[in-house]
C-alpha cells in the first residue's frame, strides 16, 4: 500500500487483535478517563449518549462475572474490566425533567442505543490499543445477561451488551484475517454470485492462521465456524429479557 493510504491510525487499527492474556501492570484511573472520554467522542445516534459503563473492581464479583461468561478465566484476571451498558434510563430522566412523557419499548430504540454502545467501546478501545494497552470484547457476560443485571443493579431501561477487558498485553497473536474486501464492498446493489468461490479461498487463510496460532492442534475454516455456530439459535434469553427491561 502507498503512503497516501497509509497512516499511522490506519496502520494501528489494522494491527488490532483481541488480547486474552495481560501483565499485572495496572492500568492508571486517569488514563482509563482519557479512554472514556475518547470512548464518548464517538457519533451518537440522534446525540442521545446511551452508553454507561460499570467498571467492576470487586474481586468476588469479577469472580462471579468470569463464570457467568462462560468461565472466561481474563474477566476476573484482566486489570479493568467493564460492563457496557444500553442506557436509555438517562433519557426518561430527560424527559422527566422536562414534565414530558417518555414512551419505550421499541425496536428503534434498541438499535440506537445498541450502536451507540458499540461505537462508544469501538473507540474507546482504539484509544487504548493506541496507548499499547490490549482488550477483548465480553459478549458472554449475555450468557447470564438477567444474573449479570442483578449484580451490577440495573434498573429498567439499561441492559449490558458486552465486557470489556483492558490490560496491558502479555501475549503476542497474530492478526486475523479478515474476508477480502470484495466481499464486503458492494457496488450500486448487493450481488454475492462469487463469493462462494472467495470465501473458499479465505477459508484456506484462516486455516492457516489457526494452524499457527495452535501449533498445528486446530483445524477449522471460517466457513466451518460459521455453521457449527448458525445451527440453533444462540441465547434464546435475549427477547425475554430485553421486554422485561422494557427495551425494546
Ligand atoms: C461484541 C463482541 C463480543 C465478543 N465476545 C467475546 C468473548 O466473550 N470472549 C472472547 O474471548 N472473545 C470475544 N470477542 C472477540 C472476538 O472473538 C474477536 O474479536 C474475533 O474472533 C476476531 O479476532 P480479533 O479481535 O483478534 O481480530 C468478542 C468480540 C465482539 C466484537
Known amino acids: 500500500m502507498d503512503n497516501i493510504t497509509m497512516n499511522s491510525t490506519i496502520e494501528l487499527l489494522k494491527s488490532h487483535r483481541s488480547i486474552r492474556k495481560f501483565t499485572a501492570e495496572p492500568v492508571p484511573q486517569a488514563m482509563l478517563e482519557t479512554l472514556v472520554e475518547a470512548g464518548q467522542a464517538a457519533a451518537t445516534s440522534s446525540f442521545i449518549q446511551a452508553c454507561t459503563l460499570i467498571q ?21 484476571e484482566a486489570p479493568v474490566f467493564m460492563v457496557c451498558c444500553a442506557d436509555m434510563r438517562r433519557l426518561q430522566l430527560a424527559c422527566d425533567l ?18 451507540d454502545v458499540a461505537l462508544f467501546s469501538q473507540n ?35 441492559y449490558p451488551v458486552f465486557g470489556l477487558c483492558i490490560g496491558y498485553p502479555d501475549q503476542n497473536p497474530e492478526v486475523k484475517p479478515r474476508l477480502p474486501v470484495s466481499v464486503v464492498l458492494k457496488q450500486d446493489s448487493y450481488q454475492d454470485q462469487d463469493d462462494g468461490g ?51
Request: glycine share 8%; hydrophobic share 40%; net charge negative.
Open 124 to 158: 474507546l478501545t482504539v484509544a487504548a490499543e493506541s496507548l499499547g494497552l490490549g482488550c477483548v470484547y465480553i459478549g458472554g457476560i449475555r450468557n447470564n445477561i438477567a444474573a449479570v443485571s442483578e449484580l451490577l443493579n440495573l434498573p429498567e431501561l439499561v
Open 56 to 76: 467492576v473492581n470487586n474481586t468476588d464479583n469479577r469472580r462471579l462475572l468470569a463464570e457467568y461468561a462462560g468461565n472466561q478465566a481474563y474477566v476476573a
Open 198 to 248: 472467495i470465501i473458499s479461498e479465505y477459508d484456506q487463510a484462516v486455516r492457516e492462521y489457526y494452524q499457527t496460532r495452535t501449533g498445528g492442534t486446530k483445524d477449522m475454516t471460517w466457513s466451518g465456524q460459521m455453521s457449527g455456530m448458525l445451527g440453533k439459535e444462540a441465547r434464546p434469553h435475549m427477547l425475554d429479557f430485553l421486554q422485561k427491561k422494557a427495551s425494546c
Open 98 to 115: 422536562n414534565d414530558a412523557p417518555m414512551q419505550s419499548g421499541f425496536t428503534e430504540q434498541f438499535i440506537t442505543a445498541t450502536a
